[in-house]
């Protein structure tokens, strides 16, 4: 303990896309469809939208890419781990079959995107793999790759893979693909503003409104459409709704500097602990990045061991030498294993919601947005059921178990003890109070009662952020918030003394 972690503590991909510059929303603003949130989901809807005809205004609450996507692996795929095992116990194989269709077709979609709009961002084509040390895990793989491809999607069962290691065996696509997840989301955007529509940057959203309009508002300005999609992962004020039938989960990932040859593929590991890896050339410096150590967002965690662990891996079973860049962030996890596209609740007329990616958003957020667009657009599409906000738990499901934490405070820190850079909570005249020290050891005081439901907010000394762990809301140090379904900052307090 206390060692340096190697590397800088941003996503490659934010940190190798450069900026944008849209505006915020200043004024009103009418226009047909109002989407919320500015990542893969949010994007891809808005520029399908645009391509039928509709006018579109993307409201991001802070810059194009810097929300989950642009934390993300980068691999575009339909082979997410066993996930045809597990659909078709959960769902049967028709359903298990049309999400990976839903799968198959985002990655065209993507591809002819990046082609039509000319987006540079690393679009590359590699087959990617689920592998296998163990036997149970073997036996496993043999057995996913058999379903998938009885379910007609590419798969084959192969014991010889890319990788520097040898494997038991592993289910390998082909026809799969990888990005730069920041540069493709730039390149969505570019594609949206203009022509009437709008890309709206730092606009964040504080309520939507169903109705004829429907009402967006920001703290600026108003949008009216004749419908809304909210993209925001979490969405934003679900009053509960998606957070009993989703759980969050992070993830780390470490960019190591990569040996000369090139990793062809990307891959997932059924053993644990999990590793998912995919090797990038990025300005003239070849990565190998490795994410695992994955744990509901609800417990704790030492990142620091985390982000070790997988340097360790990186170095031990690929190659490579210094990490360069180590991020960490969570996505939503739908209870049922299938993401969500639809109305917001059974009874909602123009406002629609995409969320539950189940950290596969890139391809399932494509697909999502396509369910989307389709229904706004009057025109059939194939996998909308199997996406369906309003449908049936499967039988056995464990709908509203989406595990809320113990919320009992075990020990109870004192203010004197922080030094600059921590937080801690403190019961402060009666008040639960989240404190956080500055690098000069200035004291920010905040409530600690997430201003979504209720639950305590916990210090993520990682990320210097409060982190609700009921139902994925975070909040800057000074308790500004950073990622819904929260929608309103922590109440300020004044700071102790
Ligand atoms: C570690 C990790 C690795 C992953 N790797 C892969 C992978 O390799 N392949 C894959 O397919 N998937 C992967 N995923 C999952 C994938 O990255 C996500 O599912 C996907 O990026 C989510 O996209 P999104 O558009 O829903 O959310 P986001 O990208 O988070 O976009 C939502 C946007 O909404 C904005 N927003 C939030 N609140 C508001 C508000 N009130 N008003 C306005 N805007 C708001 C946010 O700022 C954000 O920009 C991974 C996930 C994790 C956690
Ligand atoms: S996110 Fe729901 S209570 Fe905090």
Known sequence: MGERLEGRQVSLWVATAGGTGYPCLDSDLEVDVAVVGGGIAGLTAALALKRAGHTVAVLEAARIGTGVTGHTTGKVTSLHRLVYTELADLHGPDVAGRYGQANQAAIEHIARVVAEEGID?????????????????????????????????????????????????????????????????????????????????????????????????????????????????????????????????????????????????????????????????????????????GHRAAETADAAVRYRRLAVFSRERLGTRETSFRWSTQDTMPVDGLPYAGTLTPTAGHVHVITGLRKWGLTNGTAAALVLADTLTGRHNPWAAVFDTNRIPATGQAVGKSGHPDQSQPDQPTVAGLRPGEGAVVEIDGEMTAVYAGPAGELLAASAICTHLGCTVAFNADDSTWDCPCHGSRFAADGAVIQGPAAVNLAPRPAPR
Do not use: W
């Open 121 to 293: 961002c690393n679009f590359r084509r590699v087959s990617n793999y689920t592998y296998a040390e163990s036997d149970d895990a073997l036996t496993r793989v043999r057995d996913e790759a058999a379903l998938a491809a009885r379910l007609g999607l590419p798969s084959v069962f192969t014991s010889d893979t890319p990788l520097p290691f040898a494997v038991r065996g592993a289910v390998r696509f082909d026809g799969q693909a990888q990005l730069h997840a920041v540069k493709y989301l730039q390149g969505l955007a570019r594609a949206v503003d203009g022509g009437g529509s709008h890309v709206l940057e730092d606009s964040r959203v504080t309520s939507v409104r169903d109705g004829v309009p429907a009402v967006v508002e920001t703290g600026r300005g108003t949008v009216r459409a004749r419908e809304v999609i909210i993209a925001t992962n979490v969405p934003v004020g679900d009053g509960g709704l998606f957070a009993e039938r989703c759980y969050l989960h992070r993830s780390y990932i470490v960019a190591c500097l990569a040996p000369a040859a090139p990793l062809d593929g990307t891959f997932i590991s059924v053993d644990e602990p999990m590793r998912s890896i995919l090797a990038i050339d990025v300005d003239g410096s070849r990565y190998v990045l490795t994410g695992g150590e």
